[in-house]
């Protein structure tokens, strides 16, 4: 089972939350917490795979606990629950070593996903986040920044290129699949390798690098 800490400072998220994660068999809710430094010190005493923190709460807000969580319990994977996916909350979460960001609009399943995909030691950022992220980031590009970009991203193949327009567009790897006729697993094996060659930290930093260089998805 995947033992999971819920912290939220609203009862009735933390209830509905609680609802969707253990339709699934095979999570568990271990623990609520009602603030940030509660999620801290319960994290630090309770065996948790995985702790869901609101972004907002009171005596620490969610990212603060975030950081403080990586200190004290290291071995917990974190993933972050908002509805403000802003670029320096959601480059913060990252930044702090954080499993995930999902929306607070994010479907139930995409949440027991994140999990999943959190307790497995795989990050996950929902599409919706990341088109959010892009979206607020992708200003007009500078004239040297777009060349930099283009320049990067000659190091990769065609097929790469396609699978990367993609990313640029928040499509998760099962979407991008879809579209390419491939499978979910051949996408994670191209985005790796994607990540790899632009020496990227995570998909986010792909795709903006993506709208940087004005690559666009075949026939977009």
Excluded at 50 to 66: K, Y
Excluded at 80 to 102: D, K, P, S, Y
């Amino acid at each position: 089972m995947i033992r999971v800490l819920v912290a939220d400072d609203e009862p009735l998220i933390r209830a509905g939350i609680r609802m969707i994660l253990t339709s699934a068999d095979d999570i568990d809710v271990v623990a609520e917490a009602r603030d940030g430094r509660e999620a801290v010190e319960t994290a630090r005493s309770t065996a948790v795979d995985v702790a869901l923190l609101d972004i907002q709460m009171p005596e620490l807000d969610g990212l603060t606990a975030l950081a403080e969580i990586g200190r004290a319990a290291p071995q917990v994977r974190v993933l972050i629950l908002t509805t403000f996916g802003e670029r320096e909350n959601v480059l913060r979460a990252l930044g702090h070593g954080g499993a995930g960001f999902l929306l607070k609009d994010s479907a139930p399943q995409e949440l027991i996903h994140a999990v999943r995909a959190a307790a497995a030691g795989n990050a996950y950022l929902s599409p919706a986040a990341t088109r959010h992220v892009v979206d607020t980031l992708a200003s007009p590009a500078a004239t040297a920044r777009g060349e930099e970009a283009r320049r990067r991203l000659s190091a990769l193949t065609e097929r790469e290129l396609q699978v990367l327009a993609l990313l640029g567009e928040g499509l998760s790897n099962a979407d991008a699949g879809a579209r390419l006729h491939m499978s979910e697993a051949t996408v994670k094996t191209y985005v790796s390798r994607i990540l790899t060659k632009l020496d990227c930290d995570n998909r986010v930093q792909a795709a903006l690098l993506a709208r940087d260089a004005g690559l666009e998805p075949a026939g977009g």
